[in-house]
């Protein structure tokens, strides 16, 4: 008798989420683009952990992560999730333009493209995250050459989710994704000018000390005062340190320097130590300003071409 894909997966991620301090809270079988079985798991750091505190699974039904090339990044990438679960939101992200955003309803595994052009595709949602019920959205179509394919170990969401991320944030940093209430997928290309062979090192943005702090006091008061009731966030998230050409160290030596400012207090020992801060009194106290930022950066994803054919300012 054949063993069954699912159940075979389900038992191996079921030994690697238990070596990570995580729990499977539920299983189902789904259907990527094109049809064939995939497994979807939800996650949590306990049984019983709410729905808010769960992230999603999804791989290929017969994929199998134990190979010795694919399973230190499957490891890496439960053990920085089980951190990432301590937020009070772990889907929510923010850009170094100051917007706090939530990414869902991807579908993986990359898919190759239907229409004939030589790339990968994953298709998903990102969201604004402003602690209103705001509608505006992006769907996104993020491809990946073929050429910057090879340097993926597999083309399963453990060794592509956090540089998808950095390059949608990338691209809305440079107002190329339009935010609407109901809008057409939008292209998020994925190429080899974000990676160096020569370090294998990917690169996103450059930053320096001034930049992450502004960075990471937009975090920690969106994803600790708006969106988590002033429950402390991970700031050394790789994720994070990945789209900022960091290091999870850095980010942690510029929360210190925060810290002292009296903006942000890091979390007791207990909750991960100086890798977790929360909001302070003194930081919500500036709503006005991060809400302008994150005004500016929505006004940078509005299409000025657009809008000055609607005045009639065009010789078309």
């Known amino acids: 008798m054949s063993t069954n894909p699912i159940t075979t997966l389900s038992t191996a991620l079921g030994i690697a989420t238990a070596d990570a301090g995580l729990s499977i809270l539920s299983s189902e079988e789904g259907m990527d683009f094109n049809g064939r079985p995939t497994a979807i798991f939800r996650i949590g750091l306990s049984p019983d952990a709410p729905a808010e505190r769960t992230l999603r699974l999804e791989l290929s039904e017969n994929f199998d992560f134990n190979r ?11 053990r920085d999730e089980a951190k990432r ?32 052009a030589d790339t990968y595709i994953v298709h998903g949602v990102v969201h604004v995250a402003d602690g209103t019920d ?50 057409n997928r939008q292209p998020v290309p994925v190429t080899t000018r974000y990676y160096s062979r020569w370090q294998k090192k990917f690169f996103f943005s450059d930053t ?24 402390p966030v991970w700031i050394a998230d790789p994720r994070d340190a990945q789209y900022l050409n960091t290091t999870p160290e850095e980010l942690v030596r510029m929360a210190a320097a925060l810290a002292a400012t009296g903006l942000v ?40 071409f657009n809008e000055e054919m609607r005045a009639g300012h065009t010789n078309m």
Do not use: C
Request: hydrophobic fraction near 45%; avoid cysteine; proline fraction near 7%.
């Open 265 to 304: 207090t890091l979390s007791a020992e207990k909750e991960g130590g100086a890798e977790f801060a929360a909001v302070t009194p003194a930081l919500l106290a500036r709503d006005a300003e991060f809400r302008s930022r994150l005004q500016e950066a929505l006004d940078l994803t509005k299409p000025a």
């Open 134 to 183: 705001s509608l505006l959205h992006a769907k996104i179509s993020a491809s990946m050459t073929v050429t910057f394919a090879e340097i993926v170990p597999a083309p399963e969401q453990p060794y592509a989710e956090t540089f998808i991320y950095s390059a949608i944030r990338k691209t809305l940093d440079q107002g190329q994704l339009e935010l609407l209430k109901s809008v």
């Open 208 to 231: 320096d000390d001034q930049t992450r702090q502004q960075f990471l006091l937009a975090k920690v008061f969106w994803l600790s005062g708006v969106l988590g009731k002033s429950q």
């Open 68 to 78: 010795p090339e694919l399973l230190p990044e499957m490891t890496a990438h439960l």
């Open 85 to 116: 679960l301590r937020n009070p939101r772990p889907d929510a992200y923010v850009t170094m333009a100051g917007m706090p955003i939530i990414f869902s309803d991807f579908r993986w595994p990359f898919h190759r493209s239907v229409s004939g």
